[in-house]
């Protein structure tokens, strides 16, 4: 059976279960549940503290997890990133009350409060600052106003929370993040069963972000229409009863769907139909 660490709770855990439901896998029903064994496919699901899954993995007692990037990168720990999974999308940057720091310099003898120690003493450490760092759980944008520190180190998404708290971004980002599956350092890299459950994970993302395009052609304006939709390896034409015509079959990026629609459109194209992919091997 493969082990699989999950997030239990928190921005990864919804959108990690939902993505595992759609890739064909049992999810637990109640959030209290710690394990579930799904028999069909052969695996069994861990549900773990998100900040706990990189320790997990690396200790070898489960075979992969699902994490953010960020914090596979704060536990220090021995487990490395194979599958970028495109939720739990943000950036990772230092934060102050506006006017009061503009760059990095600025932290030299100053405290940095923040969840993501690891990540920030090393990204001090690398630049050269001197500067102290404070752990807090959570809710770290408050430590300025309560006078615990003069700078954040957090994790931003639309920046709500800095607005809320009278705080503004400076300097550069200090990482990009998204959930990510892990496996330890030097595993075995073609494990069948872990190929397996990569090859069904990339099959949601693809279903995710393409759709299947059905266009009729004349056969003249092939080429410029096959240029505008190549698909991932290339488009199926099939000939139409109509003598000239040729039916077009090729995968396009869901984004640029009503684009390509309209150019197809406008070189003569017909009867063009987007259908959704739900499922996929490439
Ligand atoms: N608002 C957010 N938008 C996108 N990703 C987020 C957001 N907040 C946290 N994350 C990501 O979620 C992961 C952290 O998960 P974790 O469960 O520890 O924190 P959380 O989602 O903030 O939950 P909580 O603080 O309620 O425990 C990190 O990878 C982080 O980048
Ligand atoms: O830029 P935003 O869209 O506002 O999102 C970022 C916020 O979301 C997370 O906080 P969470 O709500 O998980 O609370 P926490 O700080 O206690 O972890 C994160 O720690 C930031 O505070
Ligand atoms: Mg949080």
Redesign the pocket.
Known sequence: MLRIAVPNK??LSGPASAMLHEAGYQQRKESKELVLVDPENEVEFFYLRPRDIAIYVSSGKLDIGITGRDLLIDSGANAEEILPLGFAR?TFRFAAKPGTAQGIDDLAGRTVAT?YEGIVAKHLADSGIDASVIHL?????TAIELGVAQVIA???????????AGLEVFGDPIMKSEAVVIRRTGAEADDPKVQQFLRRLQGVLVARTYVMMDYDCRAEHLEQAVALTPGLESPTISPLHNEGWVAVRSMVPTKDAQRVMDDLYAIGARAILTTAIHACRL
């Open positions: 928190g921005s943000s969840s759980d959570g809710a770290v944008e957090d994790v931003v998404e639309t920046g709500t929370s800095l607005r809320n």
